[in-house]
């Protein structure tokens, strides 16, 4: 099992050396260490939070409102 900073860690260590996004750069990390998507999350650091999130907002993902339904901070703190 990888903790935090591991996690951390091998997903910069990717997106220094590749050209990929945030979103898929968790997602193969998951994937290299069997780990369930919805289990990273325990798992992103604040900075990684806070890259997903400006990445999600410039993709018009989610809403930039901090209450809305569709917003990252819900999603975190479930």
């Given at each position: 099992m990888l903790s935090k900073k591991e996690f951390t860690e091998k997903v910069e260590k990717l997106l220094l050396n590749k050209n990929v996004d945030v979103m898929s750069a968790i997602l193969k990390i998951c994937e290299d260490n069997?780990?369930?998507?919805?289990?990273?999350k325990r798992?992103?650091?604040?900075?990684?939070?806070?890259?997903?999130?400006?990445?999600?907002?410039?993709?018009?993902?989610i809403n930039r409102a901090k209450h809305s339904r569709a917003s990252l901070n819900s999603f975190y703190s479930e």
């Open positions: 069997l780990l369930e998507p919805e289990s990273a798992l992103l650091s604040q900075p990684l939070k806070e890259k997903l999130e400006a990445e999600a907002t410039g993709l018009n993902m």
